[in-house]
């Protein structure tokens, strides 16, 4: 067997796993997985082997600085912020960040990243524009899946943010973004598509 039928077959069995573990979770247990046992770890689900998770904010830089979160208190590497790697335009030089940011995750004791963050730059008041991408799906999607790919090479889970359609930060959590279905499948939800598909 060669290394991409290795490959392949690994994949396999991953899958397998997770769909045999989803089919014993209850209703009970899939909702504790959506909300975790606090904001930086997801529960566990004991009775079927599944760890909590650790996880940190890190779309440029492994936060590791909150002794009361219960994670590695260090020094951490700060990158360019997203908007200014998007900026290269080097697919191959922000999948080498996200290795970087990938290694150092682990080194902190976190396997899932918060990052990146690819929603869509569209108005200038923005208080995050600096954590996305950038204004073009295209760009954002492709520099997304490098960066993914870098972070996942070193065994580490992302999670893409922030919300689609977040274009604001006052009032974040209550904002009503109204956006016709056009402009939401090919503006604002087209990288994460991208994304999550390669």
């Known amino acids: 067997m060669n290394l991409r039928e290795q490959a392949d077959s690994n994949v396999v ?3 397998q796993r997770v769909e045999d573990l989803l089919g014993k979770l209850t209703l009970k247990e899939k909702v504790r997985l959506l909300s975790g046992k606090d904001s930086w770890h997801t529960a566990t689900i004991e009775r079927l082997g599944i760890p909590s998770l650790t996880m940190t904010d890190g779309p440029h830089g492994v936060r590791a600085n909150q002794p009361d979160s219960g994670r590695i208190v260090s020094p951490a590497t700060c990158f360019p912020t997203a908007i200014s790697m998007t ?3 080097n697919p191959d030089l922000i999948e080498g960040v996200g ?12 396997e899932v990243l918060l990052g990146p963050c690819v929603n869509i730059v569209r108005v ?3 208080g995050r524009n600096f954590e996305c991408s950038s204004e073009d799906p295209y760009l954002a999607g492709r520099i997304g899946v490098a960066y993914v790919k870098g972070v996942q090479s070193q065994k580490v889970a992302v999670s893409l943010k922030h919300y689609a359609c977040n274009n604001q930060e006052a009032e974040r959590f209550r904002g009503n973004s109204v956006v016709d279905e056009r402009t939401l499948r090919e503006i604002y939800l087209a990288q994460f598509e991208t994304i999550v598909k390669e």
């Open 13 to 15: 069995a991953i899958e």
């Open 87 to 89: 900026a290269s335009w």
């Open 99 to 110: 290795a970087a940011l990938g290694e150092e995750t682990r080194a902190l004791g976190c």
């Open 124 to 126: 200038p008041l923005a």
